[in-house]
T-cell receptor, first 117, second 113 residues
């Protein structure tokens, strides 16, 4: 297993277009997270899946954003009608479950950078 | 609400200097605390963690102690190397059935020969 994979690494799009990012987590991890990171800031939580169930969505995730994890493996994050303010790095992470969940370690992918012109 | 505050960067040091990056947190309950590092062009990597008060996390010469009385988790290294140049993020982990992390804004470290 080579870790968390994200695709594409960089996407440039025009305002108003739709974009989709894909995340392939570590295969034995049942938890998957999406974060957004803007320049000079730390990652901000967007949403969380346990297996195929989306259990929490941040207020940052407007109606234009939708995330899925249909079979509990890979996940997609779609942004509809992109705006310039959506320009950011979108990070995916995964972790295992059980035990002291507060101590479970998140493994991050390298991220997908979105530039909206 | 729950939050993490880190010292602003950039921090610029000469090789072999002592490093401290301050981190304080606000949280309800008993969070776990983490330091993640982001090297240029790479994803976030866990550097060290501590799960309860007075625990000390350590890795690669870096250390941080979970201080509940001062709500702090300062990162230290006795002798930095050029290869330590990166952005360092302090984070707290909320339990409640899953590990949602709340990150600080990050501190950029530049180490010169």
């Amino acid at each position: 297993d080579t870790g968390v994979s994200q695709d594409p690494r960089h996407k440039i799009t025009k305002r108003g277009q739709n974009v989709t990012f894909r995340c392939d987590p570590i295969s034995e991890h049942n938890r998957l997270y999406w974060y957004r990171q803007t320049l000079g800031q730390g990652p901000e939580f967007l949403t969380y899946f346990q297996n195929e169930a989306q259990l929490e969505k941040s207020r940052l995730l407007s109606d234009r954003f939708s995330a899925e994890r249909p079979k509990g493996s890979f996940s997609t994050l779609e942004i509809q009608r992109t705006e310039q303010g959506d320009s950011a790095m979108y990070l995916c992470a995964s972790s295992g479950g059980g035990g002291n969940s507060g101590a479970n370690v998140l493994t991050f992918g390298a991220g997908s950078r979105l530039t909206v012109l | 609400g729950d939050s993490v505050t880190q010292m602003e960067g950039p921090v610029t040091l000469s090789e072999e200097a002592f490093l401290t990056i301050n981190c304080t947190y606000t949280a309800t309950g008993y969070p776990s605390l983490f330091w993640y590092v982001q090297y240029p062009g790479e994803g976030l990597q866990l550097l060290l963690k501590a799960t309860k008060a007075d625990d000390k996390g350590s890795n690669k010469g870096f250390e941080a102690t979970y201080r509940k009385e001062t709500t702090s988790f300062h990162l230290e290294k006795g002798s930095v190397q050029v290869s330590d140049s990166a952005v360092y993020f302090c984070a707290l982990g909320l339990g409640g059935g899953y590990n949602k992390l709340i990150f600080g804004a990050g501190t950029r470290l530049a180490v010169h020969p």
